[in-house]
């Protein structure tokens, strides 16, 4: 057996570690008492003691005094992570709509704002309204920059390593806009820019319908179509920020799918581009004919690109999300039809739970991540936030 000596020069970084394995254990647990953290860390209890006392006085902890009990003794206090010492910001900045979530470093959401866009507004209208959903969302709760510990923004279109949408956006005149350089004179925290699908199918493995799975394909499904995909438990941008973006190949048939929905034979004229496919699919409920035959020609489509991917990387989950989810009901069963037929191997194929927020909060779950590799991965000091490189 080796034995290990450690030397007076090891002894503070040791006790850092386990400082951080406590924190650690606080965070993901409800309220502990020492001899619990002890179990749960593998530590000696008069050493979680302490480190837990010392977690209290440097403000990543906080006590939970014993109240009243009839129980023989007097009942053990309780430790939990101070969760509100910090915050992160998540952001969607959508073709219709900006939403900002706020939440606590347990990923609790404190407060949230939403406004509505127009699909046509240029980058100035975009870019003050975005402004004005962040002023609202710290104001509301009771927050200023300072208390934000990180920053992802969700933009449509693939994301490259400069934080821009250069390859493809459908947001107008988007390509040149630089978010980080926007937002840096507010921020002094890390600032992420990131592809909405992409922060989706983080959202659906932290709080949807993938939590049980690390490979997964997260198809977008709207008058855009897209994927982001999770391998190993790790979302994969690729090399320039462009993995996923399968639909840019014309054969795969997702640029035009949604035209199936848009140009379906008995859509009222009353009814506006934006809501043709909400009327199409409530019509197929309904039985009408045309209209259940563009659904079916739409997930044909789809399938396509989808049988692609799974082809390529041999999911566990296919998650169905985005805007057509709210019609789960009459996609995801044909879906899976189409994939059995296309792949060798059928992964399961489950709708997003997550409904119109997934975005933001695959936001926060990677602001969050960044706070972890920050904070939480080398060392821990006194809860600072940490600035951007």
């Known amino acids: 057996m080796t034995q290990v000596t450690t030397t007076g020069a090891d002894l503070p970084r040791l006790r850092e570690?386990?400082?951080?394995?406590?924190?650690?254990?606080?965070?993901?647990?409800?309220?502990?008492?020492?001899?619990e953290l002890s179990r749960r860390t593998g530590l000696s209890r008069p050493a979680v003691d302490v480190i837990a006392q010392g977690l209290v006085a440097d403000g990543w902890a906080g006590v939970l005094e014993p109240g009243a009990s009839s129980a023989v003794g007097r009942p053990a206090r309780r430790y939990r992570f101070r969760a509100g010492a910090?915050?992160?910001?998540?952001?969607?900045?959508?073709?219709?709509?900006?939403?900002?979530?706020?939440?606590?470093?347990?990923?609790?959401?404190?407060?949230?704002?939403?406004?509505?866009?127009?699909?046509?507004a240029g980058p100035d209208e975009r870019l003050a309204e975005l402004d004005r959903v962040i002023d609202a969302c710290l104001a509301g709760a009771d927050k200023?920059?300072?208390d934000v510990w990180a920053v992802t923004v969700a933009v449509t279109g693939a994301v490259d390593p400069a934080g821009r949408t250069s390859f493809f956006t459908p947001l107008p005149g988007w390509k040149d806009v630089d978010l980080t350089g926007r937002l840096a004179p507010r921020f002094a925290c890390p600032i992420v820019i990131e592809n909405d699908c992409k922060l989706a199918a983080l959202a659906e493995r932290w709080k949807g319908a993938a939590t049980d799975a690390d490979d997964i394909v997260y198809l977008l499904g709207g008058m855009r179509n897209g994927a982001g995909l999770i391998i190993d438990g790790v979302l994969r941008r690729g090399y320039g920020g462009a993995a996923g973006e399968i639909g840019a190949l014309k054969q795969v048939r997702w640029l035009n799918a949604?035209?199936?929905?848009?140009?379906?034979?008995?859509?009222?004229?009353?009814?506006?581009?934006?809501?043709?496919?909400?009327?199409?699919?409530?019509?197929?409920?309904?039985?009408?004919?045309?209209?259940?035959?563009?659904?079916?020609?739409?997930?044909k489509d789809l399938a396509v690109g989808a049988a692609a991917l799974v082809l390529a990387l041999d999911p566990q989950v296919v998650v169905f999300g985005g805007g057509f989810s709210r019609s789960a009901d009459l996609i995801v069963d044909p879906l899976r039809q189409e994939l059995e037929r296309l792949c060798l191997r059928m992964p399961e194929v489950r709708a997003s739970t997550l409904g119109a927020d997934s975005v933001?909060?695959?936001?926060?779950?990677?602001?969050?991540?960044e706070v972890d590799r920050r904070v939480f991965g080398d060392g821990l000091s006194a809860p600072v936030a940490p600035r951007r490189a």
């Open 258 to 299: 949604p035209e199936h929905l848009q140009n379906c034979p008995g859509v009222p004229d009353t009814v506006e581009p934006d809501d043709a496919a909400a009327w199409v699919f409530n019509a197929a409920r309904e039985g009408h004919k045309a209209a259940r035959t563009a659904v079916r020609r739409y997930v």
């Open 360 to 369: 933001a909060l695959g936001a926060l779950r990677l602001a969050l991540n």
């Open 144 to 146: 200023t920059a300072a």
């Open 86 to 120: 910090g915050h992160v910001l998540g952001i969607d900045v959508g073709v219709h709509k900006i939403l900002a979530l706020l939440a606590d470093l347990d990923g609790t959401i404190v407060h949230s704002v939403r406004h509505a866009v127009d699909a046509q």
């Open 17 to 35: 570690l386990n400082s951080l394995t406590v924190v650690r254990a606080l965070r993901d647990h409800p309220p502990s008492t020492v001899t």
